[in-house]
């Protein structure tokens, strides 16, 4: 009971601090490595993220640790994303529930584009030259259940970006809690992500030859140009959800949650989800304070096959300025 008591805690605290850390660093526009707030799984997006206490399976990964802790023993999911025209977003998670022992997860995402040539002044139809970039984030998660109701989650990971030859790296944590209440099946979460270091591009392009000595105006230094070291996307995210209806043909259930980032306001994100003859799904969400984002919406399917359950998620996502994102994903529980 004392560890127990100690967790809580140590939760708390880490709220605080998280908070603490937000009103320090409230400068908009300012973090990199920005594809770490892309939405994974189309049940997420489709309920405007609003997953911190909603999520129990495999895209818990992405979202809250500590949600992983489940009744089934293996969970994997897939997901594609089109994103913005020129980039794909792929992730691929597994979670494996060892009982008593916890559960463990790895899982990584990318976002990526096809190669495109380089232009330049002089040269407006190509170089010749190719050049692309490819960002990665891959990670092993452990969570354990100190009570029935109670579990605690934390994520090591490894972020990699890359532009053309240019790279930046670097190591982050994830922490997070999920709390269950008898009443409507309701559950208090919150997560804090990308916690770690600044990261600095490094890479052969940024080589020069300077020409640093008046007397041998041939000796050319080798040198280097210096970038910039920026802070990852740290996020704090506080969220509640509960039943609205559950019965054997219709399930209905709501999720409200806040999250503050170190580089944009916050945001408050709404999520509706409606399940019919347990199989057919419907969901939809609402950032608020999200100029770009409009509401999303989803469609879902899910079959059962003796212990499996396969899902299939659809979402639809509206922006403003930059279109529709579309969003597919599947999930195998077992």
Do not use: C
């Not at 899982?107 to 002089?122: D, P, Q, S, V």
């Not at 003859?277 to 003796?306: C, D, H, K, M």
Request: charged letters at 20%.
């Amino acid at each position: 009971m004392n560890l127990i008591k100690q967790t809580i805690k140590s939760s708390l605290l880490i709220s605080f601090l998280a908070v603490s850390i937000f009103a320090q660093n409230a400068n908009l526009g300012t973090a990199g490595a920005q594809f770490l707030k892309i939405p994974i799984g189309a049940r997420s997006a489709a309920l405007g993220g609003a997953v911190t206490g909603m999520s129990t399976d495999a895209t818990a990964l992405f979202w809250n640790p500590a949600g992983i802790i489940h009744d089934h023993t293996h969970a994997l999911h897939v997901s594609h994303i089109p994103w913005m025209t020129f980039f794909d977003v792929n992730a691929l998670a597994y979670t494996l529930n060892l009982k008593e022992l916890g559960a463990i997860g790895i899982y990584a995402r990318t976002l990526g584009m096809e190669k495109m040539e380089i232009t330049t002044e002089y040269e407006p139809d190509g170089t010749g030259e190719f050049f692309d970039s490819q960002d990665l984030e891959m990670g092993v998660v452990y969570a354990r259940k100190l009570i029935d109701q109670f579990s605690f989650g934390i994520t090591a990971k490894y972020i990699r970006q890359r532009i053309w030859n240019e790279i930046a790296s670097g190591f982050a944590f994830d922490f997070g809690t999920h709390y269950t209440i008898d009443f409507q099946t309701s559950t208090i979460a919150m997560s804090l992500r990308n916690f770690g270091p600044d990261i600095k591009m490094d890479g052969p392009d940024l080589l020069v030859f300077y020409d640093g000595s008046d007397e041998y105006q041939d000796r050319l230094i080798p040198s280097s140009k210096n970038t910039e070291a920026y802070p990852l996307p740290l996020t704090f995210q506080f969220g509640v959800g509960m039943d609205l209806m559950n019965t054997k043909f219709f399930h209905s259930r709501i999720a409200l949650d806040v999250i503050h980032y170190n580089d944009n306001d916050e945001q408050a994100l709404i999520g509706l989800e409606t399940t019919i003859a347990q199989r057919f799904i419907l969901r939809g969400g609402y950032r608020f304070n999200q100029s770009r984002q409009q509401p999303s919406l989803g469609v879902g399917l899910q079959q059962r096959i003796e212990k499996m359950v396969i899902k299939l998620d659809y979402a639809f996502v509206m922006h403003e300025y930059l279109g529709e994102t579309k969003f597919l994903s599947m999930d195998i529980i077992f």
